[in-house]
Structure formats: C-alpha cells, structure tokens
C-alpha cells in the first residue's frame, strides 16, 4: 500500500517541480511548503503503520485464554498441614526473643524461620520486634503490619506464642546469639545447650536462618503455615487491599499487576543504568559509593543487564507485555515504590498500556491517609491486590517480587509471567539496533517464556561447583517455591 501511494504522491511532485522552476520565488516558497508538508505525511504515515504492524500479528494469533488461562495444575494443591508423624513443641519456660530488619517481606521469611526454630528448640516464642533503624525509618510494630492475635492462635497447636516477656525474666541474663545462616535441625539441636545456662535467647540476625532444602517435610510445612495462613495482614488493610481488588474488577473483569522495582536504591545497588542519562547515573554512582552498608562499589551496567541482574525499565515492560500478546486495552495495575526518573519515566510504560492504575488512583485520599503512617501498610496493599491478580508479572527478582511469586505458586492456580530479563537484554538490543523486527521479537518472546508461567516445578538446587555458604546462597529459597514439601497431589502426605 504504501509504495503504490508513495509512488503516486512522487509522480505529482516530479510534475509540481518541473512547473515551478519556471516560475517566481513565491511559487518556489510555496513549493517548498508543499514539499515539507508531504515529507510530515510521509513520517506520520509510515509511524502509524509502524505502530500498526508492532505487535497485531502476533496478538491475533492469540486467545483470550492463551493470555489469562492459569497453567495446568496437574492435579496439585496447597498443603501445609503437618503429617501424622507430628508433634506440638508448646515450650514451657524458655524464651526466644528477635528483632527482624528489612522490608515487608524480608520480615515475612524471618519471622516464619523463627517459628520453626522456637519449634525446633522446643522454646515459646515472643513476638518480633521490628529494627526500625534499619526498616526504612518505619516505626510500625508487629500489629501495625500483621494481625496479631490471629498469628497466635493459627499457631496454637505448633509453638506457644506470647505477645511480651513474662516481667521476672525482664532482667535476668540473655544469650545474644548469631545463628548461622542456612542452617539445619541438626545446628538448632546442638544450640538447646544453651538452655543449660539462659532462660531467654535474644536472636542478634533473624535473616535466612534455616537452610532452603534437605529438612524435615513437618518442619517446612511448619514454615508455610506461618508464611501463608498465620502471617495475615490486619483487618482494615486486608479490607482495604479486597476492596481494590473489587473495584479493578468493576473496571475491567481481569487485570495484570506488574510490580516495577525501578526504585533508586534498587539502581544504585545493582549499578542498573540502562535508559538513564549520564546525569542519572552519575548519581547512582554516588549513592552506591556513600552507601556502607554496599561492599560492591564499582559495577560494570552493561555486564550487570547482559547477565540479567537489572530490572526491566517500564518502557520494557511495557513491549514485553506487548510482545507476549496483551493488547493496549488490557488494565495494568502497578505496584511500586517511587520509580526513578518520576511520571515521566512511568508514561513509557503508559505510552504501551494507557489503562494504567495504582493504589493511588484507585483508593481515595481518606483510605490511604489511614495507611500513610506506616510505609510497611502501603507496601501490604501492594502485595494483596498483586497476589489477587489474574497475572502477576515481576520486573526483577527482589524480595517483594519473590514473595508474592511463592504466595502464587503455593495456591497452584494463579499466573505468574517472570521474564527472562538475561534474554530478553539480548532481544532488546537487536531489536534496538534494527537487528531484529518487531514480529520476531514477539515470536522469540513469546517462546522463551512457554514454560515460565508460574506452574509448579521442582526448586533449583545450588549452583555446579559452590561451597559453603556461598552453596546455599545459590540455591532457590524456599519461600520462592515452595514445591513440594507445600504443594502435593491428590494422594500426597
């Protein structure tokens, strides 16, 4: 089509040229006009037909339930209720105390850990206290961000749970204990020696305190049963996150939620730079370099997004979604912190998807004025309405991403698209380069991504040839996939 009309519109311009070069330098000024003009229609011609052919033809191949379908289940099903070997570990008189840092679901994984070692060590234990110092400056307590009392008694039959420290063991002695991380029943065994001389252990490091594999299936149901039925938000936000929930439905019947880790410090530590400008990075550089807690300080960006360490930026999300088949149309509800680079950076994604939502759009001032104290709160809506979603969709691999992933993946139907951020950085590139046009980007993508749809799978061991801790930070956490000790057949235990 448009070579016959481009071809036309030349005809008419060759015969306009050769009438005007024999005429005056107003002719040739409004020839000149004209010759403008047509070069803007040839622009917005071809840009039309380019946002046209972008992802159409793939779309149409397409079903509906292609895009919204859960995967095949395979007849499995959550499971976290203890075998008929099982046995309460109620305590008596000795006192596990902690204190977690982190993000919301940082403190997720270490106060269900920590379940399961007042379980282990046969110990009651008090309610986490929560570091606010290193908790984004939060002064939430354990009730401002879980419901309290329904964390206690959903436990009843497994540790015996108390809200304080009985006040004549206020002042006695306590062990200050790092446990190792990644550790095994058998290190927590050895450990009730100390029960020998303290009363009350005061746990100095709750992060990733039990090794992800080889432990007992009673004792990583244990951790599920904390992780997914005992650690529930309170009432108003879980009201609060259902509602919407109700109302993306009321918009749309079905909705993606893509959680964007496009955050500064997220940049900075990871040494992401992709899509910023030099005065961005530059910044970046100086916040990972002041930053004392980051060990790495010189990070190489174009080695960190070939071997798929960078989140995707929302423009890529954005062709992503495109690409696996998701029409402009669909609603997008995004859940984020403060995405770098603001509104302006967020409308690439919107340029792809303009039906795009977040909690501030779809909750009113009053509602979210009741959970402004508290970042943790906000983060929990987050977290619900992402975990209600039809489709989740990650663009990185922090613990937020991860947490909600595991939740999915516990309930064995619900969609979960992670991209493949190692190849999709290739594609980008060849597509960016015009190496590679935009349908075969899609059936590339399209492919790459059969099998990666939240369908339960057996968890990833460590990595060939690691050792020592460095073994176990390599392995999938358990709290990621939580297959199968939490995840049975039919005839499972």
């Known amino acids: 089509m448009f070579n016959h009309r481009g071809s036309s519109l030349m005809k008419n311009v060759s015969t306009t040229t050769k009438f005007i070069s024999r005429k005056s330098p107003r002719a040739i000024a409004l020839y000149i006009f004209l010759l403008f003009a047509f070069s803007i229609f040839i622009f917005v011609f071809n840009a039309g037909n380019i946002e046209d052919d972008q992802f159409n033809p793939i779309s149409l191949r397409i079903t509906d339930e292609e895009l919204w379908d859960p995967p095949s289940s395979r007849g499995l099903r959550p499971c976290a209720h203890p075998t008929s070997k099982y046995k309460p570990s109620l305590g008596s008189d000795r006192y596990l105390m902690v204190s977690c840092n982190g993000g919301l679901n940082q403190i997720r994984t270490a106060i269900s850990d920590m379940v399961a070692v007042a379980y282990i060590m046969t110990a009651v234990l008090v309610i986490p206290k929560l570091d606010t110092q290193s908790f984004s400056h939060d002064s939430s307590t354990f009730s401002d961000i879980f419901d309290e009392h329904h964390f206690i008694t959903t436990l009843q039959q497994d540790v015996r749970i108390v809200r304080e420290l009985p006040k004549e063991l206020e002042h006695v002695p306590r062990a200050q204990k790092h446990f190792t991380s990644w550790s095994n029943v058998g290190y927590y065994k050895e450990m009730t020696q100390l029960w020998n001389e303290y009363q009350v252990i005061n746990v100095v490091e709750s992060d990733s305190i039990l090794a992800n594999n080889d432990l007992p299936l009673d004792i990583q149901r244990l951790r599920c049963r904390s992780m997914y039925h005992a650690l529930r938000f309170p009432p108003s936000i879980e009201s609060l996150g259902k509602e919407l929930v109700d109302r993306l439905r009321t918009q749309s019947g079905k909705y993606i939620a893509v959680h964007l ?221 939580p297959y199968h000790e939490c995840i049975c057949s039919p005839k499972g235990v």
């Not at 530590?269 to 002041?290: A, H, K, M, P, Q």
């Not at 990666?452 to 040839?465: E, I, L, N, Q």
């Open 261 to 481: 880790s496009y955050e500064k410090d997220m940049l900075a530590f990871t040494g992401c730079t992709s899509g910023l400008t030099d005065v961005e990075s530059e910044e970046l550089r100086i916040l990972r370099e002041n930053t004392k807690d980051w060990k790495v300080k010189d990070i190489n960006p174009t080695e960190q997004r070939k071997g798929g360490f960078c989140p995707l930026t929302p423009k890529e999300v954005g062709i992503f979604l495109r690409a696996v088949g998701y029409p402009p149309s669909t609603l997008i509800y995004v859940a984020y912190g403060e995405i770098y680079g603001g509104d302006a950076r967020l409308s690439e994604l919107k340029s792809y998807f303009p039906n795009l939502v977040s909690k501030e759009k779809l909750a009113t001032k009053e509602e979210l004025d009741a959970v402004s104290k508290h970042a943790t709160q906000t983060v929990a809506l987050d977290y619900i309405v992402s975990l209600e979603s039809d489709v989740f969709v990650p663009s990185s691999s922090d613990n937020m991403a991860r947490a909600i992933e595991g939740h999915r993946r516990f309930f064995v139907h619900r969609k979960t698209i992670s991209p493949d951020r190692k190849g999709l950085a290739k594609l980008f590139d060849e597509l960016e380069r015009g190496k590679l046009k935009i349908s075969s980007f899609s059936e590339h993508v399209q492919q790459m991504h059969k099998n990666r749809r939240g369908s339960p799978r057996k968890r990833k061991g460590p990595a060939p040839g690691m050792k020592g801790e460095e073994r176990f930070k390599t392995e999938e956490f358990f709290y990621d996939n």
